[in-house]
């Protein structure tokens, strides 16, 4: 039983996976290159940068607009592992877009 249970859990967390990342690598829609496509361009190279289990805890909270209980449950581990996840993604992707933002204002200057 306990072999099971954690094959579906693996199973679990993998079909999580194929669903959210469609949404972290979607195309740009926009080709003309617009503020947003170039935004949308930055966040999801940001993305990237994060760890598997950081960017899927990032998508499902803001992009797919789940609950932590909900990701835990998705995701198969505690809201506290969300929780810190979600933490350090945050402030992973501040710094990440951050200098980005930094180094076209100098560029403009």
Same mark, same amino acid.
């Given at each position: 039983?306990?072999?099971?249970?954690?094959?579906? =859990?693996?199973?679990? &967390? &993998? @079909? /999580?996976?194929? &669903?959210?990342?469609?949404? %972290?690598? $979607?195309? =740009?829609? /926009?080709?003309?290159?617009? *503020?947003?496509?170039? %935004? *949308?361009?930055?966040?999801?190279?940001?993305?990237?940068?994060?760890?598997?289990?950081?960017? $899927?805890?990032?998508? #499902?909270?803001?992009? /797919?607009?789940?609950? +932590?209980?909900? +990701? $835990?449950?998705?995701?198969?581990?505690?809201? !506290?592992? /969300?929780? *810190?996840? #979600?933490? @350090?993604?945050?402030? &992973? #992707?501040? !710094?990440?877009?951050? =200098?980005?933002? !930094?180094? @076209?204002? *100098? $560029?403009?200057?």
């Amino acid at each position: 039983m306990l072999a099971r249970s954690l094959y579906l =859990d693996r199973v679990r &967390r &993998r @079909d /999580v996976w194929r &669903r959210v990342m469609p949404f %972290a690598l $979607a195309p =740009d829609r /926009v080709e003309d290159g617009s *503020r947003a496509a170039d %935004a *949308r361009h930055d966040l999801r190279a940001a993305l990237l940068k994060l760890t598997p289990q950081q960017r $899927a805890c990032v998508v #499902l909270y803001y992009h /797919v607009d789940l609950p +932590i209980p909900e +990701i $835990a449950a998705q995701l198969g581990c505690g809201a !506290g592992t /969300v929780k *810190r996840h #979600l933490h @350090d993604g945050r402030r &992973r #992707l501040a !710094g990440l877009l951050h =200098d980005d933002v !930094g180094e @076209d204002d *100098r $560029a403009v200057r």
